[in-house]
Structure formats: structure tokens, C-alpha cells
């Protein structure tokens, strides 16, 4: 009896089908790994196409490096020094500012008390090793806490500004104080807060930081003499010798509004409505609003909560300075370094200052700081806030006009020292008694007519001055610098 055709052909039709299976296999394995890697460089490209306004360097910074107090002072034997606040890479750099705030910044602090200090309790102070932050003006206390690492809620406290935050390792203690200083009356409140910080390893931190100090100083008040009291609320300290600082230029860049585009909306082909010749406003519906100042160079971002969206319980400030840093690190918005400046304790705005070598940078012919208007120098912004968001920006307000690190040229010019800083406030009627602080900042100016692409920042002496013995929040500002330069500018009050 003949076999059936298909037991005949039995074994060869397996094998056909054996080898096709393993060919589809083999398709089917080339197929996805292809589609994958195109998946994988297409998600690639997407990301490479969200551009990128700033340096990597300005744009690795973690919070508390943005919202550590401006102005530092070391004080060690009786010696004051001033400590730029750099932001540096290098080892060296590392064991000094950056290691100093990174260390304070996660130091445990506890409850605060009011205390009452005394001509000696402030001399004992000035003695004893110590850490001196200060701020460009006073500060809401929801800005100070952004930096520090409060054991339990940041302290309610009557006080409603800070001016100064200094750090102390008394002699009687094992661990370092810390002070609260509010100075916005002629009689300071003062809060006391101890801290985690071992004096051994506060100690570290101040020998570790001299090296990196820019300059000596002495203050107003020479705790070694049995003269007068302290000053109340304006002690400011005066260069010992002559100051050498950079004076810088940079030539000017600019992000396009394409590139702004395409990070704030969704659709970067958003047309402009044009209501003058110098402006241009793009909007997505109602809620998003992009206003172009093609004059100025300036955009103005704004963003408003839907209907449906409630307002969430206040947020603690830290995360608040941590969303912001985390949406300009998105698109690299950090063209400098930049620095907390203010924070507002009723609406949470924020407005950052750039630095250059550890210097603020003042914009020449503003009345800055507080002004609608912003400069190169300054970026405005207000996190945007939901239940189910705060990764966005309600407000976001800066220049696009920006300078490369890479391209900075420096030459050095020299500052007046105490001597010659009494000699020109003498000159120029200024009571010593009414000075409240004296900085190093720079000021940035646009270069002649004939290039008006090239920005220089010329070092001088900020010397904030109170205008009446009760110091209201009324203050002038003035400038001193190379050769006795003078300018007198008034400051805004806030």
C-alpha cells in the first residue's frame, strides 16, 4: 500500500518549516532592535532639540548654592576677611566657599529664642571664630530658611526680616551658634539657635576658607577698646589696604525668541500679534502669554491657573527656590551665575542677581534692584503652583542679552582703602554713623556708542547710607571707585 503524500514528504516539510521559523525569528529580532534604536534616536534628537540657553557650569548649581546668602565674612583671631562666593569645580575651590555653604547649608538647626546681647556679649562675638553672612538688604525669613536645615518647621518668629545670619564657636560650647540678626531699627532683634556643627569641624571650615579670601578688614567698631558701645544696627566693615580687582569686558550674545519659543510652548509656531512696532506677544488660549520687548531684548512669560486648579497649602521655601532651579535648569537658563536676591513672602516671586568671580553685578543707570524692568544682570520669576503641578513658571521675566565665561578679558585696577574711603566720605559729607554696609560689587555698563554689543563691569565700593538716625527702610546709594571715583546714585526703596 502506497504512502500518503504528505507522510512521504513528512521530514522535508518539517525542515522547510524549521528553517522559516528560524529565518522569522532572526527578521523579527533585526526588526525590533531597528525599530528600537530608531525610537531611541529619535527620543534622542527631540531632546537635543529643546535648546539650551546657558553654560553647563551655571547650570549644575544645587539650591542652596542659589539661595545661600550673598555677602561672607570670615572672622578668625581678631582678623576679618571677605570671601567672594565663587563657583568653581576645582579641588581648591571645593574645600573652601563651596565646602563652607555646602556644610552650613546641611547642618541641623533648632529652636530659635530671642536674646538680649550686651556691648560685651557683641564683642565676645567679633572675637570668637565665626561665619558672617549678609544680605544686599533685609530679607523676609522665608528666604533665610530656603538655605538653612531647620530641625523641625521654619520658625514663626516676630521678627520679620534678617539682615545678617552670623555663626559663632563660643568657648564654653562644643557645638557652633548660630544668630539671627535683624537690624531695621536702631535697637537689632536677635535670635539665638544652636546647631549641629561640632567646633572641630566648624573650625575646619574657617582655615579652609581663608585661602580663597579676597581682602582683610576692620570694623566701625574696635571690640578691644573700652570706648563706646556697639553701633546699633550698622556695623560694616572697611578694607585694610588697597582692594585689586578685575576689571572685566565681555562681548554681548543674545537667545533667539525661537529658542524661548520653543521652551514655553507647546507649539513654538505661535505667531505674534503686533500692537507696536517694538513689541511682539505670542499667546497659547488664555492662559499663556509671552510678551517680546524687541527693544529692550527683554521677555516677560506668564502663565495663570485654570478654573478647575486650586491654590495647595503653603509650600515650604526651599522647595519653592528648588522648582524654580530645577525649570531654568531645564533649557539651561542659568546664562551666569546667579544668585537669590529676594524672595517674597506673599506671592513666593523670586529675582536673581548674576555674579562674576564671586562679585554681584549691579546694572549702571537702573534704580536697582527692585524695578519692573529687568536687565542682564537680573532674572525675575514665580513658580506656578498647583495640586498637580509645580514643575512650571508663572512669571518669568529676563533679558536675553547674555556673555560667555570663555570670552571674559580682565585687567586689574586698584581700590581705595579705609583711609582713603573716610577721606572721600568726609569729602563728600557722608556721616559715618549713618553707613549700613559697604560691598564690593561691580557695575555693567554697555560699551561707547560705537559698540554697543560689548558689556563692562567696573569693580567699585557700594556704600548703602540710611537717610535719618531712626533707619526707616529709606536708603542711598553711592559708589566709589577707582582714584576716589564718586557716583551718586539713589537706591529704590521695596
Do not use: C
Not at 581678631?78 to 563652607?100: G, H, M, N, W
Not at 542679552?401 to 577721606?423: E, H, S
Not at 560705537?450 to 547710607?465: A, D, E, Q
Request: proline share 7%.
Amino acid at each position: 500500500m502506497k504512502k500518503p503524500y504528505w507522510k512521504k514528504y513528512k521530514e522535508p516539510i518539517k525542515t522547510t518549516l524549521l528553517i522559516s521559523l528560524v529565518f522569522l525569528s532572526i527578521w523579527q529580532t533585526a526588526f525590533y532592535w531597528l525599530s528600537s534604536a530608531f525610537s531611541n534616536a529619535t527620543t534622542e534628537n527631540n531632546y537635543q532639540m529643546i535648546p539650551k540657553f546657558g553654560e553647563k557650569e551655571f547650570n549644575e548649581k544645587e539650591t542652596y548654592q542659589l539661595s545661600a546668602p550673598p555677602i561672607t565674612y570670615i572672622h578668625d583671631q581678631s582678623v576679618i576677611r571677605f570671601l567672594p562666593a565663587t563657583l568653581s569645580t576645582s579641588e581648591t575651590e571645593q574645600d573652601s566657599y563651596q565646602k563652607l555653604i555646602k556644610q552650613i547649608s546641611q547642618t541641623t538647626l533648632g529652636a530659635a529664642r530671642s536674646v538680649d546681647l550686651n556691648t560685651e556679649d557683641w564683642k565676645k562675638i567679633l572675637l570668637q571664630p565665626g561665619v558672617e553672612f549678609q544680605y544686599h538688604s533685609a530679607v523676609p525669613l522665608e528666604q533665610v530658611s530656603s538655605f538653612f536645615n531647620w530641625k523641625s518647621p521654619p520658625p514663626s518668629l516676630s521678627v520679620r526680616e534678617v539682615d545678617r545670619v552670623w555663626i559663632t564657636a563660643p568657648a564654653e560650647q562644643e557645638t557652633a551658634v548660630l544668630y539671627l540678626i535683624s537690624a531695621r531699627s536702631q535697637d537689632p532683634q536677635v535670635y539665638l539657635v544652636d546647631t549641629t556643627l561640632s567646633k572641630n569641624e566648624f573650625s575646619k571650615l574657617i582655615q579652609g576658607a581663608k585661602p580663597q579670601t579676597l581682602y582683610q578688614a576692620t570694623s566701625n567698631f574696635d571690640p578691644s577698646s573700652s570706648g563706646p558701645v556697639l553701633p546699633k544696627g550698622n556695623l560694616f566693615y572697611l578694607p585694610e589696604q588697597p582692594v585689586k580687582a578685575d576689571k572685566v569686558t565681555y562681548p554681548i550674545s543674545s537667545i533667539e525668541i525661537g529658542d524661548v519659543k520653543k521652551v514655553l510652548f507647546e507649539d513654538p509656531n505661535l505667531q505674534p500679534l503686533k500692537p507696536r512696532e517694538d513689541w511682539e506677544i505670542y499667546a497659547h488660549g488664555t492662559r499663556q502669554t509671552l510678551v517680546y520687548d524687541k527693544l529692550k531684548n527683554e521677555i516677560q512669560y506668564n502663565k495663570q491657573l485654570t478654573e478647575s486648579e486650586d491654590i495647595p497649602p503653603k509650600t515650604e521655601s526651599k522647595i519653592l527656590v528648588g522648582k524654580m532651579n530645577d525649570f531654568l535648569k531645564k533649557h539651561f537658563g542659568w546664562t551666569g551665575d546667579f544668585h537669590l536676591e529676594h524672595l517674597s513672602s506673599e506671592n513666593n516671586e523670586m529675582k536673581f542677581r548674576q555674579f562674576d568671580s564671586g562679585i554681584p553685578i549691579y546694572w549702571r543707570g537702573q534704580p536697582d534692584p527692585f524695578q519692573p524692568d529687568v536687565s542682564p544682570v537680573f532674572i525675575r520669576t514665580e513658580p506656578y503652583i498647583s495640586n498637580s503641578n509645580m514643575e512650571d513658571a508663572r512669571l518669568y521675566q529676563r533679558s536675553l542679552d547674555f556673555w560667555k565665561p570663555t570670552d571674559r578679558k580682565a585687567q586689574t585696577v586698584t581700590l581705595p582703602d579705609k583711609d582713603k574711603l573716610k577721606n572721600i566720605f568726609q569729602k563728600y559729607k557722608v556721616d559715618l554713623g549713618s553707613i549700613k554696609q559697604i560691598q564690593l560689587v561691580y557695575l555693567a555698563d554697555r560699551a561707547s556708542a560705537s559698540n554697543k554689543n560689548t558689556v563692562t563691569l567696573t569693580p567699585y565700593w557700594k556704600v548703602v547710607v540710611m537717610d535719618s538716625p531712626s533707619f526707616s527702610m529709606k536708603e542711598k546709594t553711592f559708589y566709589v571707585g577707582e582714584d576716589g571715583q564718586w557716583i551718586g546714585e539713589k537706591q529704590k526703596p521695596f
